[in-house]
């Protein structure tokens, strides 16, 4: 699915430029961020200050160049969806009748991801705002840019661990996200990045060089297309820098669109060359993996690299799209719908037209639209080994028959996919324990 194009000039909606940083110096940078952005006549910054959010307490900043006003919101559950629901979708709804409001920069609380706030604006309805016919944010307010600031002493540590936010002290214990899951999502979802720390006379070295050139090659392939500031300290981040950033955005820049399973792995231009170790390894096969070696090949996705993610075909499930996606140490196995050679005639003509499309492409006369299609973002892992390893993942040409002609045998295999499945397997848990996880707009769990 191709990105979204800039708006057309009649599109009256207020633009909103959403802020995304993780904690400590990112957040600083995301709030130097908006305090210049919102030195601008008609802009207006929102912040939602969540540390409090477990006592059901949220703390909402409004301000512009002039005047600033704060709220205390008394949450009944307190969660991140009933800060949107309840405060923020209807607020943007508000401000964007305000005929002194121009444009709204959303300053997002770590807690926050640039992704669920986007989709929420585009779908989640509001009701009872006064003036408004009841629908989404989105009628009123568009998505003008996300912009996320990284530390860069800090980002690819965070982007290639396996530590959960709970254990970082920055969320609920009953929170299973990880560090490196938010890290990434926050790049990978941005039209626009500002690094912070980056330029120091310790810069200079040989081993800051070279870890900046290796961040730096990084964002090309995860963001390709992106600008991309690189500045020393927050204090950097001046008006003319931030706004110069934003006119700089590429018109066919996402801009806070969602996008689903069947959306190409790779957007825009990255390289496809490697570059200080880091490179972008596309996997395709056109047969279906055996999910007892696909379970025990998926260790190779979780040292030594960034992300992979995209669409698996199992063996077991033929009619079910399997979404797998992984960040640093953790990974996710989710389910994205179904085949569209496995849909009745009446769903099969109401799929996306795109989708249809680009599956008459590749159309097998014995399965249809069914492969298996991977992107995989390494920095620090031999690509030639992960290629081996799914390779071998893949089933062989008498599998492969048995496929074709004996499904009901193939459905008798071991498949630790069963419900889904989450990586690294926790101590005692047995193979096909549901996921208990957030959506995904491209899977059942992520």
Do not use: N
Not at 102 to 111: G, Q, S, T
Not at 377 to 387: G, K, T, Y
Not at 420 to 443: F, I, L, N, T, Y
């Amino acid at each position: 699915m191709a990105a979204a194009d800039s708006p057309p000039e009649s599109d009256r909606r207020t633009p909103v430029v959403v802020l995304a940083g993780f904690a400590g110096l990112a957040a600083t940078g995301v709030d130097r961020a908006a305090a210049v952005l919102g030195m601008a006549p008609g802009t207006i910054v929102v912040r939602h200050d969540l540390t409090q959010l477990r006592e059901g307490i949220v703390h909402r900043t409004v301000r512009t160049a002039t005047r600033e006003t704060s709220a205390v919101l008394e949450l009944a559950h307190g969660c991140v969806s009933c800060t949107l629901r309840m405060d923020l979708l209807p607020l943007l709804r508000t401000l964007s009748q305000r005929e002194s409001v121009d444009r709204i920069v959303l300053a997002l609380d770590p807690a926050f991801e640039a992704e669920a706030v986007c989709q929420a604006i585009e779908h989640v309805v509001v009701a009872g705002v006064h003036g408004r016919v009841d629908g989404p944010a989105g009628r009123d307010v568009r998505v003008d840019a996300v912009v996320t600031c990284l530390d860069s002493g800090a980002w690819l540590a965070d982007a290639t661990g396996d530590e959960t936010l709970a254990e970082r002290g920055l969320a609920a214990a009953d929170d299973d996200r990880t560090v490196a899951q938010v890290a990434v999502g926050q790049v990978d979802f941005a039209d626009a990045v500002i690094v912070l720390g980056a330029v120091t006379p310790e810069a200079l070295l040989a081993d800051m060089a070279v870890d900046r050139g290796k961040l730096a090659a990084v964002l090309a392939r995860l963001v390709p297309g992106a600008p991309i500031a690189w500045v020393d300290e927050p204090e950097s981040i001046t008006p003319a820098l931030a706004e110069t950033l934003l006119t700089r955005v590429p018109a066919d820049s996402r801009r806070g669109r969602i996008f689903d399973a069947h959306a190409p792995l790779l957007r825009g231009r990255p390289p496809l060359t490697g570059d200080y170790g880091v490179e972008l390894v596309e996997f395709a096969a056109a047969r279906p993996f055996h999910p007892a070696r696909l379970h025990q090949a998926l260790d190779v996705l979780l040292e030594g690299v960034v992300t992979a993610r995209g669409r698996v075909w199992l063996a077991t499930q033929p009619d079910e799209v399997v979404w797998l996606e992984s960040a640093g140490g953790g990974l996710r196995v989710g389910g994205a719908g179904r085949w569209l050679a496995a849909l009745p005639e009446e769903e099969l003509a109401e799929a996306d037209p795109e989708r249809r499309a680009m599956a008459a492409l590749r159309w097998d006369e014995r399965f249809g639209d069914r492969d298996v299609s991977l992107s995989i973002l390494v920095h620090d892992a031999d690509p030639a080994e992960i290629r081996e390893a799914l390779h071998w993942a893949l089933v062989e040409d008498d599998e492969l028959r048995l496929v074709e002609r004996a499904p009901e045998r193939v459905a008798q295999w071991e498949d630790p996919f069963g419900e889904w499945h989450a990586d690294p397997c926790a101590s005692g848990d047995q193979p096909g324990q549901p996921v208990e996880d957030a959506k995904s707009p491209r899977g059942e769990a992520k």
